[in-house]
């Protein structure tokens, strides 16, 4: 598992002491106890100097790539916060790509295989120039992500309306990339926190049709988690249970989410009964 880490205060220059957050690893035989839990990586460079935050995890190939939120300044601002990328096949040594998506961005994913030929990548835009939006972009190859002529022509056509899966609708103001999906033989599990207007996040899932994933196929009418426990209720952020990691294991759904931005924890549910609460048909 891969998690954020939050530091003792640091010296910040003007800005005092500060938290910074960095990359741990820990191991675990049954996904409910960890082990050997080490640092990973942190800040190294320039783009992600106050904050290296809220790792999503694919496998595509021998490589697992990471996305993460790198913060360049402090006070964060939207012009400094953005998504960057490293790549690993072993978890040992690693690539950092640096940032890939050049503009106010969290939460980054890949589909873990090409959809009609396609590498597609999920995000969230403008996570800190709310109202915020979950949106798509198609690569031809996945190197696409460090050219910038590529997403020159992307936010052209996203101006125009293209690639948005969802967007906030005020009074809420939030919406955002939960785990990355997990292919089913219904289509495309998607779960994702389910932001009120109070900023409460609870956990919900949705279901995306397989060929296109821009297209929504199912939801639950209601919240699977609601911040209820005290490791949900009380911490740096109360109220949160936010959603960064999914798997089904033996026709079971396990959820790795962070708790109060404190903790992380785990939460299962047969998938049949994902599938009613959905209004699917196993």
């Not at 597609?120 to 939006?133: A, E, G, Q, Y």
């Not at 919900?204 to 297209?215: I, Q, V």
Request: proline share 10%; net charge negative; charged share 25%.
């Amino acid at each position: 598992m891969l998690y954020r880490a939050l530091s003792v205060p640091l010296e910040a220059g003007p800005n005092g002491k500060i938290p910074v957050s960095s990359l741990g690893l820990a191991n675990s035989s049954d996904g409910k106890r960890f082990h050997t839990v080490r640092f990973f990586f942190g800040p190294e460079y320039h783009w992600e100097a106050y904050a290296v935050e809220d790792p999503r995890v694919v496998q595509i190939g021998r490589r697992f790539y990471i996305f993460y939120t790198a913060v360049s300044d402090w006070p964060p601002r939207p012009e400094v916060v953005k998504t960057a990328l490293a790549v690993t096949t072993d978890f040992e040594d690693y690539e950092k790509w640096g940032v890939v998506i050049p503009f106010n961005s969290k939460a980054a994913t890949l589909f873990p295989k090409r959809i009609g030929g396609q590498y597609v990548l999920l995000f969230t835009i403008d996570p800190d120039r709310p109202p915020s939006k979950v949106v798509v972009a198609y690569l031809d190859k996945i190197e696409d992500l460090k050219d910038p002529t590529f997403w020159e022509e992307w936010r052209k056509e996203y101006e125009k309306g293209s690639y948005r899966l969802m967007e906030a609708i005020p009074p809420r103001n939030y919406v955002e990339v939960g785990a990355p999906p997990i292919e089913t033989e219904h289509g495309w599990l998607f779960i994702y926190p389910d932001i009120d207007p109070s900023n409460r996040f609870s956990i919900s899932a949705m279901l995306l049709d397989p060929d296109d994933p821009l297209k929504i196929l199912a939801k639950t009418k209601q919240p699977l988690l609601e911040p209820e426990a005290w490791y949900e209720v009380t911490g740096n952020v109360p109220r949160v249970a936010f959603p960064s990691g999914a798997l089904i294991i033996d026709d079971v759904l396990h959820v790795y989410y962070g708790a109060a931005d404190t903790y992380i924890a785990l939460a299962t549910m047969d998938m049949d009964d994902l599938w009613e609460a959905m209004g699917v048909s196993p």
